[in-house]
């Protein structure tokens, strides 16, 4: 069973900063690619970030680097996601998502974008301007 519980979001005005966290079990956080994604209003899905948990390795999409950074906390099992320089188009329902293997040919982030691996109920972050 996916368990994949996720906390942090908010409203802000732009140029604020929020984190979020996302919490699994033991087992899915250290098999598995742990990542975010959202969707907007009226927007596709969009893969944010991710990270190799074994590795440490990270990914961003073009949209938020510099902004956001993912981490992990291994103790806890829990991946996070800072939040910097929010601007309104961050507006969304963040997703936390983790992905067991990316397809061949494709990195974690892309296959997150796209719709794979398995994710939780979504936190709601609004930035106004």
């Known amino acids: 069973q996916v368990q994949l519980v996720e906390s942090g979001g908010g409203s802000v005005q732009a140029g604020g900063s929020l984190r979020l966290s996302c919490a699994t079990s033991?087992?899915?956080?250290?098999?598995?690619?742990m990542g975010w994604f959202r969707q907007g209003p009226g927007k596709d899905r969009e893969g944010v970030a991710v990270?190799?948990?074994?590795?440490?390795?990270?990914d961003y999409g073009d949209s938020v680097k510099g902004r956001f950074t993912i981490s992990q906390d291994n103790a806890k099992n829990t991946v996070y996601l800072q939040m910097n320089d929010l601007k309104p188009e961050d507006t969304a329902t963040y997703y936390c998502?983790?992905?067991?293997?990316?397809?061949?040919?494709?990195?974690?982030?892309?296959?997150?974008?796209?719709?794979?691996?398995?994710w939780g109920q979504g936190t709601q972050v609004t930035v106004s301007s």
């Open positions: 998502d983790a992905l067991e293997e990316s397809p061949v040919g494709m990195t974690a982030l892309q296959a997150i974008d796209i719709g794979f691996g398995h």
């Open positions: 033991k087992d899915m956080y250290s098999t598995y690619f």
């Open positions: 990270i190799d948990t074994g590795r440490g390795t990270t």
